[in-house]
């Protein structure tokens, strides 16, 4: 099993939508990360969190730590949202770098 | 601007060869990483550097090896001792090795001729 998992795996969507992607760890961690990857490979960070809740223009992150889980939410998506998300942990204790989950491939359609 | 810069973009390595992929960063940050992206499968650590002239092993590091002489630069050599060498490389930094955000490059794809 892995120790990060993402749901869904694919997500195709409407422009305007409410979109929620879902991670789920099995470990201790320090962080959590969000991030985006295009097309071209290139990743983005989105979005780092230990407790509670962060927002950054229509994206929405939240993590429960007694839950280890942890949600985005884009608001009023658009097709520029069309992307790969990936949630990422800081293992406590583990070597350094993150623990990626598989990402979620997200495609808003006009 | 700041930023991390992985070259080449795409790579042709002949089995039996080393490669060297390159990352350059101007971010000033102390920590540095490798990691290998294959299709379907999350982002593995294979090296990381928290500070000049020191390394560590990630998740899987055998086949590869790195460098980091200066705090601008963290090359990654595929030896040939690396069995399944093809896949997409990204490298990226942080200011320091305790969770903060990490920036990355836009990757290398290297693939067997």
């Known amino acids: 099993k892995n120790e990060v998992e993402q749901s869904p795996q694919n997500l195709t969507a409407q422009e305007g939508e409410f979109i929620t992607i879902n991670c789920s760890y099995s470990v201790g961690i320090s962080a959590l990360h969000w991030l985006q990857q295009h097309p071209g490979g290139g990743i983005v960070s989105l979005f780092m969190?230990?407790?509670g809740k962060k927002k950054h223009g229509r994206l929405i992150a939240t993590i429960n730590i007694q839950e280890k889980h942890s949600s985005l939410h884009i608001t009023a998506s658009h097709p520029r949202d069309s992307a790969v998300y990936i949630c990422a942990v800081r293992r406590v204790g583990g070597a350094d770098g993150l623990t990626f989950g598989k990402g979620t491939h997200l495609i808003i359609q006009p | 601007d700041g930023g991390i810069t992985q070259s080449p973009k795409y790579l042709f390595r002949k089995e039996g060869q080393n490669v060297t992929l390159s990352c350059e960063q101007n971010?000033?940050?102390?920590?540095m990483y490798w990691y290998r992206q294959d299709p379907g499968q999350g982002l593995r650590l294979i090296y990381y550097s928290q500070i000049v002239n020191d390394f560590q092993k990630g998740d899987i590091a055998e086949g590869y090896s790195v460098s980091r002489e200066k705090k601008e630069s963290f090359p990654l050599t595929v030896t040939s001792a690396q069995k399944n060498p093809t896949a997409f490389y990204l490298c990226?930094?942080?200011?320091?090795?305790?969770?903060?955000?990490?920036?990355f490059g836009d990757g290398t794809r290297l693939s067997i001729l």
């Open positions: 971010l000033n940050h102390d920590a």
């Open positions: 969190l230990s407790s």
């Open positions: 990226a930094s942080s200011i320091g090795p305790t969770g903060q955000p990490q920036h």
